[in-house]
Structure formats: structure tokens, C-alpha cells
């Protein structure tokens, strides 16, 4: 990555996009848009990496209009117009060359060159409206999307013609009404065949597509009330981030089935949150204008940058640091793998250097071993004579005394008195 490109792209209501360059000591900021006006049409609703090398970023607006901007250009290199379904894009992705749209009427399309290779899919076939789409990272012709009474549905590429997987709602509750719902994320865990979603009604719901069960497999309840709006996975293949329209950050553990973590600094709805796949970092957008960066190992708010606008989308660079020399280091790695070095032995070289680094922290010589040694009793002087060895005595048992004789005496000496 040039110098000149940021590690963190944001999306606004006003349709402008943001690149910010966040350091350990500073950050700076950049406004890219080609608006003559800003208007609401041109809000930014969903944003993705256009491509591995995360050069180029796809944006989705309000008018059903797709953009594309080349971070290492700083310009915007295509401009198309969809012309299938209503709503704004809600989901965006890229398939072998080619860009999938998801719009809130339920059309999720793949737009190739040719007429013919085009594939649409209605994956709104019950509800009233869609929510999102995201892609899974294993498999990039797999889909999942959900939406308002449109619980979770995963779709094949190869296969549009019906769902692959279909969830099912949990049973009715305790006054046997019917539980509503309304997914609004979605998130695929990192074996790809889990899939996390949370819904407007306060509950984040695991599903194991490899178990057979239609029904979620585990559901953690989030606050009182709390409208989710937003997933991300976790470095932890165990955890999930999940912000709520009242300005709230949950960190949620799945095999816990609870609530682990509340982030602060939120002032207003969270919009979006990503997470990175590798590091600690999470960086969460919002409706108070503030971009957050915050530490979930640390549980520390890093950054709060404000950016004038109301922001809808954040995306995070792959190789992101707060050290810029953290960062080139991991472009190189990227941009040439090396091969692996020949093992000398079964994994000895780990072994040793496992055996240097805990002597280096120890500060112990390797052939060095320190003898405990044999405390020294004091010693104790009884009565002005030094004894060196104080071996506890027996105690003295008082005497025994014969009753009998003494009363006989007690007798003797009453009858001595008398006479």
C-alpha cells in the first residue's frame, strides 16, 4: 500500500467518502467524492473491498447507483446505474470479476458483462423487506440474506434456484405467541458453516448449518429492548461485537451464551462495526459523527475521530496498525510469500528457541542451577549457655500423692489436738 492511502474508509448520508490514516501519534483525514450537490439520494448504504488487494472499494447508494474508487488513483473509475428491484443497496460483493448487488426489494443480482450470464435471485419471498447480504469468506458464490420477518437464508451461486439452507423461527414463548422476526447482520464465524445474525428485537442467534437443526443453536439476549443494528466477528472465533441503535457496543461469547463486554464512548446509534480478522482492533461508526477505534483485549477507546457527517459504513485495511512500520511490514508479506525453510529435525529448532526465550525472561544461566539451601536454626540461650540445638523437652508430670495418707494424718493430728 502507498504512502498516501488510508487504513480506514468510512461512508456518509451525504455520499461522501472518508479515508482516515490512523497512527499511534496522529490522525489525518480525507474527503473523495465526485457530488456536484449532496443529496440524500447519494447516501452511501453499503461499502466493500473491491478486490484481494483491497485496492479498490465498492460503494452503494440510496439511488441504486454503484461506485467504485481506486485507492491507489484517488479517483472514482466506474459508475453503474442497477436497474433491477427498489430500495437502496443494502449488500455488496464480488464474485470471480464480477459485483453481486442485494437491494432492499429482495433482488440480489450478479452483473456480468454479457446479458446472458447474468443470475438474479428473490430472496425476498416472505417478509417485507431486506435487511442485508453478506458474502462468506470460504466460499464467495455462497450468500446469506435476512431481513424483516426473512429470517436467514443461504444461497448458492451454481445453484439459484432455491436456498441451501433456510432457518426456521425458535418456537413460541412462554404465552405461546409467535416470536417476531427481523435479522439486521449478518456475520459467517471463520469455518464458514456457523453463521451469526442479530435481529431489531435484542437477540443474537447462532446457526450450525453442518448439524442438520433448521433452528438457531444458541441465542444470547443483549440488554432490555436494545434494537441491534450491526455484527462483526472477532480475532476470537468465539466472540462476536454487535451495536445497538441506542448507542450501545456488546462484545457477545457464543459458548458462554452471554453479554462479556460493554465498550464505551458511543454517543449515538451504531451503524456498522468491523472487526479485525487477526488483531484486536474494532472500528465502529455512528450516528453522533465519530469514528471509534477501540482495543478488545485492552478494552481501551484508542481513537475517536469526528467527521462532520452522519456515517453509515466502515471498512478496515487488512495490514491496519497503529505503527505505519507495522503495516509496511505485513504489505511486503502480502505482496511476496516467501517458502518455508527446510526443517533441520522433528521441530527441534522450535523447541529451542521456546527453551532460549524463556531462559532470556527467566535471567537464568542454561547450565546453571541454583541448590536450595538449609536454613539455620538460631540460637537459643537458656538460663546464659548457648545451645545449638534446641530439641523440645519433655515436660515434668506432677507427682502423684496418696489421698488416703493424708487423711489418715489430718486424723492423727485432730486426735493430738484433742487429747
Known amino acids: 500500500m502507498p504512502r498516501h492511502c488510508h487504513n480506514v474508509y468510512v461512508g456518509a448520508e451525504t455520499g461522501v467518502l472518508k ?21 440524500r439520494e447519494n447516501e452511501i448504504c453499503s461499502m466493500c473491498w473491491g478486490d484481494d488487494e483491497q485496492r479498490q472499494v465498492l460503494l452503494g447508494l440510496r439511488s441504486q447507483q454503484v461506485k467504485v474508487y481506486d485507492t491507489v488513483q484517488g479517483t472514482f473509475t466506474m459508475s453503474r446505474q442497477l436497474s433491477s428491484g427498489s430500495g437502496p443497496v443494502i449488500g455488496l460483493a464480488k464474485h470471480q470479476g464480477a459485483v ?10 450478479l452483473w456480468r458483462y454479457a446479458e446472458s450470464e447474468r443470475v438474479s435471485v428473490n430472496a425476498l419471498t416472505t417478509g417485507e423487506k431486506l435487511c442485508r447480504m453478506r458474502q462468506s469468506p470460504a466460499d464467495s458464490a455462497v450468500l446469506a440474506t435476512g431481513g424483516q420477518e426473512n429470517d436467514l437464508q443461504l444461497w448458492d451461486l451454481a445453484r439459484p434456484e432455491q436456498p441451501v439452507f433456510r432457518a426456521k423461527n425458535v418456537r413460541p414463548d412462554m404465552l405461546d405467541l409467535r416470536v417476531p422476526v427481523w435479522v439486521s447482520d449478518i456475520t459467517f464465524l471463520e469455518d464458514a458453516r456457523r453463521v451469526a445474525t442479530c435481529h431489531r428485537h435484542s437477540v443474537v ?62 454517543a449515538g446509534g451504531v451503524r456498522e462495526v468491523y472487526c479485525h480478522p487477526e488483531r484486536s482492533y474494532a ?88 541448590k536450595k539451601k538449609k536454613r539455620k536454626l538460631p540460637k537459643l540461650k537458656i538460663s546464659g549457655e548457648d545451645v545449638a540445638d534446641a530439641s523440645p523437652k519433655k515436660p515434668k508430670l506432677p507427682k502423684l500423692v496418696d489421698m488416703s495418707k493424708k487423711k489418715k494424718k489430718k486424723k492423727v493430728k485432730a486426735g493430738e489436738s484433742k487429747g
Open 100 to 109: 453481486i448487488t442485494a437491494v432492499e426489494s429482495g433482488i440480489v443480482t
Open 205 to 266: 442467534r447462532l446457526y450450525d448449518t453442518a448439524s442438520g437443526q433448521r433452528r438457531p443453536v444458541m441465542s444470547v439476549t443483549v440488554g432490555e429492548d436494545e434494537p441491534l443494528t450491526c455484527l462483526s466477528r472477532t480475532h476470537r472465533d468465539h466472540q462476536v461485537l454487535v451495536g445497538s441503535g441506542r448507542g450501545r457496543l456488546e462484545l457477545c461469547d457464543i459458548r458462554m451464551g452471554r453479554t462479556v463486554l460493554a465498550l464505551k464512548g458511543v
Open 283 to 370: 472500528a465502529s461508526v455512528s450516528l453522533d459523527r465519530f469514528l471509534l477505534l477501540h482495543d478488545l483485549d485492552t478494552k481501551k477507546l484508542l481513537h475517536k475521530v469526528y467527521l462532520k457527517s452522519r456515517l453509515n459504513c466502515v471498512l478496515m485495511r487488512r495490514n491496519f496498525s497503529l505503527n505505519p512500520e507495522d503495516a509496511e511490514e505485513d504489505e511486503v508479506e502480502d505482496a511476496a510469500v516467501q517458502p518455508a525453510p527446510a526443517s533441520t529435525g522433528p521441530e527441534l529448532e522450535d523447541e529451542e528457541d521456546d527453551l532460549q526465550i524463556v531462559e532470556e525472561f527467566l535471567d537464568v544461566p542454561p547450565e546453571e542451577t541454583k
Open 19 to 39: 479515508g482516515i490514516n490512523v497512527t499511534e501519534g496522529e490522525v489525518q483525514t480525507s474527503n473523495f467524492h465526485n457530488l456536484t450537490a449532496l443529496e
